[in-house]
C-alpha cells in the first residue's frame, strides 16, 4: 500500500531517533526546564533572526488553543478564514475555551477565498464592526491565518505584511499557525522567511509533528505584550510536558544543518511531480497548491482504478455524483518508490 493520506504517517527523521535513543538514559529537569530545550529555543532564535520567546507543545490543536486562551479576553472571538483549522478540524476546541471563531471570506474565487484571508476583506469586516460598536456579537480580538492555508495556498510577503498592517490598525495580534510550515519554507514559490514571521506577526507556531518530528509545535512569541504568564496558562491547560526534554531535543536536532526545511525539500519536488501527473491526464484541481497537499478531482472510476494499484489517499469534498475532489499528501518521509507507483497508476487511469 502506498499511502497519500496525510503528512504524519510515519514515525520521525532518523536524525531525531538516534538523538532519543543517545540520550535515553540521560537524566535532566523536567517541565522544558532543560539544555535542550534551551539549545533548541536559542537555534529558532538565530533562524528567526530575533529575540523571540519560545514554548515547546505537543500537537497543533493543543497550540492554537492555548495560544488564542492565553491573548483573548472572555468576550472575544478571533477571526478566521472559513477553512481555518481552528474553525473546521478542531472539534470546537477554540469555542469550549469560550472563544468564537469568527468566519469571513474574500468574495475571490482567484484568493482561494476560504482559506485565505485578503489584507482588504479583513479591513472591511473590522472597521464595520468596530465602527457599528455592535457589543450584541463577539468582539474580534485576534486574526489566525496558515502558511501554507488548509488547501496549500501560500500567502506572499506582501500580503502578510499587509495583513499584519491591518491588525495593528485596529490593535490585534496577529497568529500564525505552522502545523505544515517546513513545507511552504521549502517551496519554489514561496517568499516568506522565518525573519518575516518573526517582524510580521505577533505570535506563530513551528510546527513539528507533520514535518519531521515524533510531535511536537515551537510556539514563538514575537510581541511581550501577548506573552504574559504563557508557562501558567500552558500548565493550566494541560500543555507542559513533563519529560519536557522529548520536545526539546526534536526541536534542536531539526534546527540543526537546516534540518527542518532540507527535510522537507523533497516533498515538495514529490508534489510537483503528483501535480503534473494529473496534468498531464487533463486533470483538473480543486485549488492551485505548490506546496506538499494536491487536490485533483477524480470520478468514481479513476478513484477506484487508483485504489487497484494500492494507492491510498483522502476525499476532500464533493463535487458532483460522479466527481470527488481528493487529497494527496507528500511528505518528509516520501519515497521515491511511492511517487513512482502512483505516477504510473495515474498514467494508468
Known amino acids: 500500500m502506498f499511502r497519500f493520506e496525510n503528512d504524519y504517517a510515519e514515525g520521525c527523521i532518523k536524525e531525531i531517533l538516534d538523538e532519543l535513543v543517545r540520550t535515553n538514559y540521560e537524566q535532566s529537569p523536567g517541565y522544558r526546564a532543560d539544555k535542550y530545550c534551551e539549545s533548541a529555543a536559542a537555534k529558532i532564535q538565530e533562524a528567526c533572526k530575533k529575540d523571540v520567546d519560545v514554548h515547546f507543545l505537543v500537537g497543533g490543536t493543543q497550540a492554537n488553543m492555548i495560544v488564542l486562551d492565553a491573548v483573548l479576553r472572555p468576550h ?6 472559513i477553512l481555518g483549522h481552528v474553525n473546521v ?26 482559506s485565505k484571508i485578503s489584507s482588504l476583506a479583513l479591513d472591511k469586516y473590522l472597521s464595520d464592526f468596530f465602527n457599528k460598536g455592535d457589543w450584541h ?28 498592517n491591518v491588525c495593528e490598525k485596529f490593535d490585534l495580534p496577529l497568529f500564525l499557525d505552522g502545523a505544515r510550515l517546513a513545507y511552504a519554507l521549502s517551496s519554489d514559490e514561496n517568499d516568506i522567511s ?13 510546527g513539528g ?6 510531535f511536537g509545535e515551537a510556539v514563538c512569541f514575537t510581541n511581550d505584550k501577548y506573552n504574559r504568564d504563557f508557562n501558567c496558562i500552558s500548565k493550566h491547560n494541560g500543555g ?31 508534489a510537483m511531480r503528483i501535480k503534473k501527473a494529473f496534468e ?3 486533470v483538473e484541481f480543486l485549488v492551485e497548491s505548490y506546496t506538499n497537499q494536491q487536490f485533483p478531482i477524480l470520478t468514481i472510476d479513476q478513484q477506484n482504478k487508483l485504489k487497484e494499484k494500492n494507492i491510498s489517499f483522502n476525499i476532500e469534498s464533493d463535487i458532483d455524483e460522479d466527481k470527488n475532489a481528493v487529497r494527496f499528501c507528500s511528505s518528509w518521509a516520501t519515497t521515491e518508490e511511492a511517487v513512482k507507483a502512483l505516477e504510473a497508476a495515474i498514467g494508468g487511469m
Do not use: W
Open 209 to 214: 509533528t507533520k514535518c519531521g518530528a515524533m
Open 137 to 164: 456579537k463577539a468582539q474580534p480580538g485576534a486574526v489566525y491565518i496558515s502558511h501554507p492555508t488548509e488547501r496549500g495556498a501560500l500567502y506572499t510577503r506582501e500580503e502578510l505584511i499587509n495583513i499584519k
Open 240 to 270: 507542559v510536558l513533563a519529560k519536557g526534554r522529548m520536545l526539546g531535543i526534536q526541536f534542536d536536532t531539526l534546527f540543526t544543518d537546516n534540518n527542518y526545511t532540507n527535510k522537507c525539500k523533497n516533498a515538495y519536488k514529490y
Open 76 to 81: 472575544q472571538g478571533v477571526v478566521s478564514p
Open 89 to 114: 478540524h478542531e472539534v470546537g476546541a477554540i469555542e469550549g475555551r469560550g472563544h468564537k471563531v469568527i468566519t469571513i471570506s474574500n468574495d475571490d474565487e482567484k484568493l482561494d477565498s476560504e
Open 280 to 282: 498531464d491526464k487533463n
Open 194 to 206: 522565518l525573519k518575516d514571521l518573526a517582524n510580521y506577526t505577533d505570535m506563530f507556531y513551528i
